[in-house]
C-alpha cells in the first residue's frame, strides 16, 4: 500500500498515513486531487478506479470515505477487507464508532492503524490480536511508573459491539 | 485510555470557528502557545503538545517547528511521550528531511528495549519512514530480532524486513535465512510477514527464487491446513480462514510456479481444491477466487485447471457486484491474448458491460472488446461498438474511434461498409478522431471506384447537416470536388440521389470557405474542390473566378497562395487548366519503407500509442501539392506555380511524399528533382528577441533518433557571455546534449555559437523542445524560454 487517506463527505481530512517519501507539497496536491475525484463519483460505481499510475481502492462508511492507493500487482477485492477489518477494529475499540470519535481522538485512530498495518502490509490478521495489543499498549500508556510490568490476562472491560454509526452503509 | 483534555479542548475550539479566517486565528494562538511550551523545560502536558501539534498539521497548516521535539520525545523514557513522538515523527519527518537521521540512535536503542511494545513503535517507526542510511544502520538488528524474539516481535520485524529490502536492494540477502526459517512457525501474523518478505525477496533476486522454490510443498501444506481446517474463530472472515494470508500464499506461490514445470505440478491439486471449495457469496471468498485464478493462469498449470480459472472469471462476469465485473474484465485482459477461445465465449456478457453506468467498468470493457473483435464477429461487434460510441464518455472516446478504425481496417467484409463505418464515426464523434483519419479515408474511397458515386452523395448529405466536425467537413470537400460531376449527374444506384444545381453544390462549399467554424486546413480543401469542380461543371465556371481571385487577398497565406496559384491557373494556363484538374489516380499504400532516403513517412507519427499494425499509409496528401507536382512535369519553369520555399519547412518533406505515393511511374520522372527537392536540412529561426537569434535545424539519424543543431547569433552593438542553452523534451523522449562550441556570443553577429542536441524518440511521441536561453549582457542577466513545436524535416500533423 503507498497511502491511506480517510476524508468526509465536505473534503475534510481525517487520517493520512503515507508509506511512501513525498514531499509535503506533493502529499497535499496527491490528496486535494484525489479528494476531489472520489468525492465525484456516484453512489453505485465500482469502488476501484486507476488514478495517475497507481490504483485506488475507496470504500464509504457513513459520512467517511476509506481511500487506498496500492500497487499494480496487489489484489483489490483484498485491499476492500483490509478497509473494512480496520473499520471493525475501530468500531471494537471505539465502541459503535462515529466520524466524531475519528475526530476528537485522531492519535488513537492512528495508534489502532499502527498496529494493523506495518510499512503498508497488514501485520495481524487475527483481530483479537490487534485489540489485545492495542489495550496493553494503553495500560502501559496510563502508567506513570514506567518500570511497572505488564500483569498478562490483564483485559479491559469489554467494549460495547453493537453496530456502529460507520457501519451504515 | 483516557483522553487528551487539552487536545479535546482545542479541536473543539477549532471546530467551533466559523470562518476561514477564524480558524486561522484560533490556530495561529494556539501555535504560539506551544512553541511556547516546547521552549519550557520538560513539563507534564509535552505529549498533549506535540498531539495538538499534529492534529494542526492535518488541517494543512505548516507544523515543522515540531521536528526537534519528536526527536525529543522519542528520546524519553515516558511510554506516552514516546509514543505520541514517533507517530510526529512518521507525520512529520520523512527521510528527506535532515532531522530524521537524529532518530536513528533512538530507533536503535528502543529495538532492543526489554518492553515489547517500544520495540513496537521503532520498528512500525522504521518501516513507515526510514530512510536507506537507516536501514543500512539498522539491518542487522532487524535481522536479530527476526530470529530471536516472541512472535508479537518477530511479525513486526519480518515487515521491517520488507521496507528495508525495498530500500536497500543488496539487504535481501541478509534476511532470506531468517525468512526461510520463519515458515515453520505457527502464528499467522509471523506466517504472514514471512511470506511477505519472501515474496519481497524472490521478486527482486532470481536467484533467491531459485532457492525458495524448495519450500513450495510447505506452502501448499500450510493453505491445505487454511483452507480444509474446521472453523477457527480468530482468523475467521465470513467463513474463508485467513483469507489474507490465503491471498498472500496464493501470489508466493504465482511467484515460485511462474516458468516452472515442477512447482507448477505440485500446487495443481491445491489450485483446483481453492477454486472449487471456497464459498463466493461474500467479496472475501471472491478475494481468494480472484488470486487462486491469477496464479493459475501465470503458472504452467495443466488444460483443466485453466478451464476452470477461466469459467470462475465467467462467473464473475454475471455477478451483480460491479466491482467483481470490473475485476474479471481486468483479468480476462491479460489472457485475452493467450486463451482467445475461451474468452470469447464470454463474449455476450462482456459487450454488455459496455452500457453499464460506471466510467472504470465501460473502459475495461471497450478494451476487452476491441480485443475481442474478429472477421466473424465484426459485424455485430461493430454495431455494438458505434451504438458505444455515442454515449461514451469522453475521456474513451479517442481510444474507441482509434480501436475501431483498426477493427474496421483489418476485418473490414466489404468496402461498402468499411466507408460506412468510418463515415458513421466521423459524424458521431469526428473531434476525437486522430489527423491520420482524412488521408487514410480518402485513399479508401479511390480505391473504392464503383462507390464513388455513393460516397459522394453520402457526404455531400453529410455536409448539408453539420459542417462543424473537421475531419468530415475535409473528406466531404475533397469528394465533392473529385467526384462533383457524379452528384450533378444526379443518379446513383446504391442509394437515393439528390437532386442538386450547380449552385447549391458551389453554395455548399462556399459556406464551408466562409464558415467561422471551419479550420484554415478545411478552408484550403475546400477552395482546392472549388478549383477543382471549375473542369466538372459547365455553367458557373465564372462563379468559380470570382471566388478564387476574392481569396488571392485572403489574409491566411497558405490559402492566399492557393488562389493566386488557381487564378494563373485561369488566366495563363488555362489550356492546361483540364488536364491538371482531372481525376486522381488511385493511391497506393504507403508502405514505411518505401520513400526516398530519409523515413519521412515514419516521421509522421499521432500522439497516441497507437494499436496500428505496421505498413499503415501515412498519407500527406494536398491537392494543391499534387497539382504542382504535375505542374513540374509539364514545365519546369513556372515560376509563379513552384512552390516557394517560404511556405515552410513542411513542404520539401511533402513534395517526396507524395512523389513516391502518385504511382510508381512518377517517380522515375521526378527523380531529376528529387535532389533539389531534398532541401539539405533547413534551418529555421525558433526564437528572435533583443537582438539574440536560435536557428534550429535537424538530422534524422534513424527511425527514432534525431540530431538537432541550435545555432545562435548576436546582432546587438555589445558582446553577450555565458550564453547557455537548456532544454526539455517529454517524458518518453530521451535527450543528451553535446557541449556547446563556446559561451559568448560577440556584437553584430561576427561569430556563432553552436550546440548539437541528440534525441531518440523510441516511442514517437509528438516532439516538442523548450529551450531555456540564458545569457549575461552589459552587466545584466537575461533568460527566456522558448517552445519548439514543429522541427523542419518533421512532420507533426499529416499536412
Known amino acids: 500500500m503507498q497511502f491511506m487517506l480517510l476524508f468526509s463527505r465536505q473534503g475534510k481530512l481525517r487520517l493520512q498515513k503515507w508509506y511512501v517519501p513525498l514531499s509535503d507539497k506533493e502529499k497535499k496536491k496527491i490528496t486535494r486531487e484525489l479528494v476531489q475525484t472520489v468525492l465525484a463519483r456516484k453512489p453505485k460505481m465500482c469502488s476501484f478506479l486507476e488514478w495517475r499510475d497507481m490504483k485506488i481502492v475507496y470504500k464509504r462508511y457513513a459520512s467517511l470515505y476509506f481511500c487506498c492507493a496500492i500497487e499494480n500487482q496487489d489484489n483489490e477485492l483484498i485491499t476492500l477487507e483490509i478497509i473494512h477489518r480496520y473499520v471493525e477494529l475501530l468500531d471494537k475499540y471505539f465502541g459503535s464508532v462515529c466520524e466524531l470519535d475519528i475526530i476528537f481522538n485522531f492519535e488513537k485512530a492512528y495508534f489502532i492503524l499502527d498496529e494493523f498495518l506495518l510499512g503498508g502490509e497488514a501485520q495481524e490478521t487475527s483481530k483479537k490480536n490487534v485489540l489485545k495489543a492495542i489495550e496493553q499498549a494503553d495500560l502501559l500508556q496510563e502508567n506513570i511508573d514506567f518500570q511497572m510490568r505488564l500483569f498478562a490476562g490483564v483485559m479491559l472491560p469489554n467494549m460495547v459491539s453493537e453496530s456502529s454509526g460507520l457501519f451504515q452503509n | 485510555m483516557s483522553p487528551s483534555v487539552p487536545l479535546q479542548e482545542m479541536i473543539r475550539a477549532i471546530r467551533s470557528a466559523r470562518t476561514q479566517c477564524e480558524e486561522r486565528g484560533v490556530i495561529q494562538r494556539e501555535c504560539a502557545a506551544i512553541r511556547a511550551q516546547f521552549r519550557q523545560a520538560d513539563n507534564g502536558g509535552r505529549s498533549h503538545n506535540l498531539a495538538k501539534l499534529l492534529y494542526v498539521h492535518m488541517l494543512g497548516y505548516p507544523a515543522h517547528f515540531g521536528q526537534m521535539e519528536c526527536v525529543r520525545m522519542i528520546a524519553s523514557p515516558r511510554y506516552s511521550e514516546k509514543r505520541v513522538g514517533y507517530l510526529g515523527a512518521m507525520m512529520l519527518l520523512d527521510e528527506k528531511q535532515d532531522a530524521s537521521l537524529l532518530i536513528t540512535n533512538s530507533i536503535k536503542n528502543d529495538l532492543s528495549h526489554s518492553n515489547q511494545y517500544v520495540q513496537s513503535l521503532a520498528l512500525c517507526t522504521l518501516a513507515c519512514m526510514g530512510s536507506a542510511e537507516m536501514c543500512r544502520d539498522l539491518a542487522p538488528e532487524i535481522d536479530r530480532l527476526l530470529r530471536a524474539s516472541n512472535s508479537y516481535i518477530k511479525k513486526k520485524a519480518a515487515l521491517c524486513a520488507v521496507h528495508i529490502v525495498r530500500k536497500v536492494h ?174 470469447q465465449r464470454h463474449r455476450g456478457t462482456i459487450v454488455d458491460c459496455l452500457k453499464d453506468q460506471d466510467a472504470s467498468v465501460k473502459r475495461r470493457a471497450l478494451e476487452l472488446s476491441l480485443a475481442l473483435v474478429s472477421a466473424s464477429n465484426i459485424r455485430s461487434m461493430m454495431k455494438e461498438l458505434l451504438l458505444f460510441l455515442s454515449s461514451c464518455p469522453a475521456e474513451l472516446k479517442a481510444h474507441s474511434t482509434s480501436g475501431i478504425f483498426n477493427a474496421a481496417e483489418r476485418y473490414a467484409p466489404s468496402q461498402r461498409w468499411h466507408i460506412d463505418t468510418i463515415l458513421h464515426v466521423l459524424t458521431t464523434a469526428g473531434g476525437d478522431v486522430r489527423d491520420e483519419t482524412v488521408p487514410n479515408l480518402i485513399q479508401l474511397i479511390t480505391n473504392a471506384s464503383e462507390l464513388h458515386c455513393y460516397t459522394v452523395h ?250 538537432v543543431t541550435l545555432t545562435a547569433s548576436n546582432s546587438t552593438d555589445s558582446d553577450i557571455s555565458s550564453f547557455t542553452l537548456q532544454a526539455a523534451v517529454p517524458k518518453s523522449v530521451q535527450l543528451h546534449m553535446k557541449a556547446p562550441s563556446g559561451d559568448s556570443l560577440p556584437a553584430r553577429g561576427t561569430a556563432k555559437v553552436t550546440q548539437m542536441v541528440v534525441l531518440n524518440n523510441p516511442n514517437k511521441v509528438n516532439l516538442k523542445m523548450r529551450v531555456r536561453i540564458s545569457y549575461s549582457s552589459q552587466g545584466s542577466a537575461f533568460q527566456d524560454t522558448v517552445q519548439i513545436d514543429s522541427f523542419p524535416g518533421l512532420n507533426a500533423a499529416g499536412h
Open chain 2, 458 to 707: 453520402k457526404l455531400y448529405r453529410a455536409l448539408l447537416t453539420d459542417i462543424s466536425t473537421q475531419s468530415l467537413v475535409q473528406v466531404a470537400c475533397w469528394c465533392i470536388g473529385e467526384y462533383g460531376d457524379l452528384l450533378l449527374r444526379g443518379e446513383c444506384q446504391e442509394t437515393e440521389p439528390v437532386q442538386v444545381t450547380e449552385d447549391d453544390v458551389l453554395d455548399a462549399l462556399e459556406t464551408v470557405l466562409q464558415s467561422h467554424m471551419s479550420s484554415p486546413a478545411t478552408r484550403g480543401f475546400a477552395l482546392t474542390a472549388t478549383m477543382k469542380l471549375s473542369t466538372r461543371i459547365t455553367e458557373n465556371v465564372d462563379r468559380i473566378r470570382s471566388i478564387v481571385s476574392i481569396y488571392g487577398s485572403c489574409i491566411d497565406v497558405e490559402l492566399q497562395q492557393r488562389a493566386v496559384e488557381y487564378n494563373a491557373l485561369f488566366k495563363k494556363y488555362d489550356h492546361m487548366r483540364a488536364a491538371v484538374l482531372e481525376r486522381m489516380p488511385v493511391i497506393e499504400k504507403n508502405s514505411p519503407g518505401h520513400t526516398n532516403g530519409e523515413s519521412m513517412g515514419d516521421a509522421i507519427k499521432d500522439i497516441q500509442p497507437a494499436k496500428m499494425k505496421q505498413g499503415e499509409p501515412l498519407l500527406a496528401l494536398q491537392p494543391a501539392n499534387q497539382v504542382c507536382d504535375l505542374l513540374d512535369l509539364l514545365g519546369g519553369s513556372e515560376e509563379t506555380l513552384q512552390p516557394s520555399p517560404a511556405t515552410g519547412p513542411a513542404v520539401p518533406g511533402l513534395l517526396i511524399n507524395t512523389a513516391s505515393t502518385a504511382g510508381g511511374d512518377l517517380l522515375d520522372l521526378l527523380g531529376g528533382l528529387e535532389p533539389a527537392l531534398l532541401a539539405p536540412a533547413p534551418t529555421v529561426p525558433v526564437y528572435e528577441n533583443e537582438g539574440v537569434t536560435l536557428t534550429l535545424s535537424c538530422e534524422k539519424q534513424s527511425d527514432t533518433g534525431l540530431t
Open chain 2, 170 to 343: 543488496d539487504l535481501g540477502e541478509l534476511f532470506a535465512p531468517a525468512a526461510r526459517s520463519l515458515l515453520a512457525e505457527k502464528n499467522h501474523g509471523v506466517l504472514h510477514g514471512a511470506v511477505v518478505l519472501i515474496i519481497e525477496l524472490c521478486e527482486r533476486n532470481p536467484e533467491t527464487l531459485e532457492r525458495f522454490r524448495k519450500t513450495v510443498p510447505d506452502l501448499v501444506q500450510i493453505m491445505k491446513g487454511l483452507v480444509l481446517s474446521g472453523y477457527s474463530p480468530e482468523h475467521d472472515v465470513a467463513g474463508i480462514s485467513d483469507p489474507f494470508l490465503q491471498v498472500r500464499i496464493l501470489r508466493l506461490l504465482r511467484i515460485l510456479g511462474h516458468n516452472n514445470e515442477g512447482a507448477s505440478d505440485a500446487m495443481n491439486d491445491l489450485l483446483a481444491q481453492v477454486a472449487t471449495n471456497t464459498d463466493s457469496t461474500k467479496t472475501v471468498g471472491n478475494a481468494v477466487l480472484y488470486e487462486t485464478v491469477l496464479t493459475v493462469l501465470d503458472i504452467k498449470s495443466e488444460s483443466g485447471l485453466r478451464v476452470l480459472a477461466v469459467n470462475i472469471l465467467g462467473r464473475f462476469l454475471l455477478n451483480n457486484d460491479r466491482n467483481i465485473r470490473y475485476i474479471a474484465m481486468t483479468s480476462l485482459q491479460k489472457i485475452v491474448g493467450t486463451d482467445h477461445n475461451a474468452v
